[in-house]
């Protein structure tokens, strides 16, 4: 089992990681060494480049900071852990086909997670969550925005996505070609 030093020391912590292994996941044994260490763009996570000591191939692994588990409370009242992943499913499919870089997805989907673990101390209202996302979205792309706001909001008729659209376009108006 994986444990830091006890006494919290930050040198031996950074040692300790430098010599914590994993398996390898070409040969599944686990005796490797971390080449490098670097923190990733979203601040809250690292990146470490490992080499394998048995068969010498190299894999990149990732760290994340364990948050205290955020429940995302669902209209039926029932709870569900905070999910990244689903956050960042529906960027994808919201910016589907659209010129936006993974590398913006990633930074949009680190930027809700931030907000939702800086604003929230344990729950999410889902109502309160889906309004979050189209923020970050509505700055993001615009098609996206309407997109993603379609399924979330329910769009039952064309009347919808014209209401959606409206401050877009007032928007257009004003801005001058």
């Known amino acids: 089992m994986c444990r830091p030093p006890l006494d919290g020391a930050v040198d031996e912590a950074r040692a300790w990681c430098m010599m914590a292994t994993m398996k390898c996941p ?17 601040g809250f996570s690292i990146r470490r480049r490992r080499e394998c000591l048995s068969c010498k191939r190299r894999y990149t692994t990732y760290e994340r900071i364990e948050e205290t588990a955020i429940k995302v409370v669902k209209k039926d009242g029932s ?6 992943d689903k956050i960042k499913g529906g960027l994808e499919r919201a910016c589907w086909k659209r010129p936006i870089s993974d590398r913006d ?9 931030n907000d939702v673990y800086t604003t929230f101390d344990s729950e999410i209202e889902s109502h309160r969550l889906g309004e979050l996302v189209m923020d970050h979205l509505r700055d993001l792309d615009p098609v996206a925005f309407v997109r993603f706001a379609s399924v979330y909001r329910q769009f ?12 877009f376009l007032t928007e257009a108006r004003k801005t001058p070609r």
Do not use: H, K, M, Y
Request: hydrophobic share 40%; net charge negative; proline share 5%.
């Open 156 to 167: 039952a008729d064309a009347g919808d996505f014209f209401d959606e659209l409206r401050p």
């Open 105 to 113: 997805i990633e930074r949009t989907v680190a930027a809700i997670e």
């Open 79 to 84: 709870r569900v852990p905070f999910s990244r």
């Open 26 to 42: 070409f040969c599944r044994i686990d005796n490797d060494r971390v080449i490098d260490s670097r923190a990733c763009q979203d």
